[in-house]
């Protein structure tokens, strides 16, 4: 007997290709061994058509209806999302700044029954994301809004050159670009001893094609991501269809709330429990980028 939880999950998740709930089965080891081995050479794994053809519409349906709910704040910003005006030697890349023209749509306004919310909330699903990435177990977030977000770019906007303060993320385009909108990364640019400053400064002053990859994502696709060492980017957005993706944020210990100050800049707005965590002690990382 399959558990309600395993059986929703069959009807969102192609489980013939992905037997999430299966993975002692000698497909469950491929899918899984091939994920990490991706993670380990390249920091990245796609994993194609994860969400069932059948629902594909469905799914950029859902996430364009609620669109209209991201916050937009253009903040300026560089790759290292430090303070833009802390005094850096004259050719250091963290001098470059960026607009950040994304916007998120926080999770409390995203619908409890839409895919992505059901697919975040999913145990199976989180316990298969933690096998992947080789870690014993991971949590939903406990912020209220960042746990979940819809990560919407409008045409001319772009979510430009950063490393991640997460470890890893997971996420999943829900509608393209019409051109443009492109996720590009130049795997492990640095290592935790080493910032490679040089090809970073190329990365960032369009130099850097020879260490950049791009991902052909299709919406539905599953990609697992660490992006602490590998610069990246969604290049920007044209045409006239905004790029959104799903970002599902997970963490390896129970009871994680963004700071206040992290929370009104993404949002623009924060609830009780981020003052509430604000005087306690455990607090989360900044949980976006
Ligand atoms: O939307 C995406 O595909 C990338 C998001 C990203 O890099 C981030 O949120 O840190
Ligand atoms: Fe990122």
Same mark, same amino acid.
């Given at each position: 007997m399959r558990s309600l939880e395993a059986l929703t999950l069959d009807q969102v998740v192609d489980t013939a290709r992905y037997p999430l709930s299966e993975l002692a089965s000698a497909r469950g080891q491929a899918v899984v061994s091939r994920a990490r081995r991706d993670l380990l050479t390249l920091g990245c794994t796609v994993l194609p058509d994860f969400i069932r053809l059948s629902l594909r519409d469905v799914l950029r349906q859902e996430c364009s209806a609620i669109a209209p709910r991201a916050h937009h704040d253009v903040e300026t910003v560089n790759v290292y999302n &430090? *303070?833009? $005006?802390?005094?850096?030697?004259? $050719?250091? /890349? +963290? !001098?470059k700044t960026f607009e950040r023209g994304n916007a998120f749509v926080a999770r409390d306004r &995203? /619908? *409890? $029954?839409s895919l992505i919310s059901r697919l975040y909330s999913n145990m199976v699903f989180r316990h298969f994301i933690a096998r992947c990435f080789e870690l014993p177990e991971l949590h939903e977030l406990a912020d209220p809004l960042s746990g979940l977000v819809l990560n919407v770019i409008a045409p001319g906007m772009e979510h430009p050159w950063h490393f991640d303060t997460n470890e890893f993320t997971v996420s999943m385009l829900t509608q393209q670009a019409q051109a443009g909108g492109v996720f590009e990364y130049c795997p492990n640019i640095r290592t935790a001893q080493d910032e490679n400053f040089d090809d970073v400064r190329d990365v960032v002053d369009d130099r850097g094609e020879r260490l950049t990859r791009r991902l052909p994502l299709q919406p539905g696709d599953l990609q697992l991501f660490k992006g602490r060492y590998s610069l990246h980017r969604v290049s920007p957005v044209r045409g006239e269809v905004a790029r959104h993706s799903a970002i599902f944020a997970y963490s390896e210990r129970p009871g994680v709330i963004g700071s206040v100050e992290r929370t009104r800049q993404l949002f623009g707005r924060v609830l009780p429990e981020h003052l509430a965590a604000e +005087? !306690?002690?455990v607090r989360g990382d900044r949980l976006l980028d």
């Open positions: &430090i *303070a833009v $005006d802390s005094a850096l030697p004259e $050719d250091h /890349p +963290g !001098r &995203i /619908p *409890a $029954d +005087g !306690r002690a």
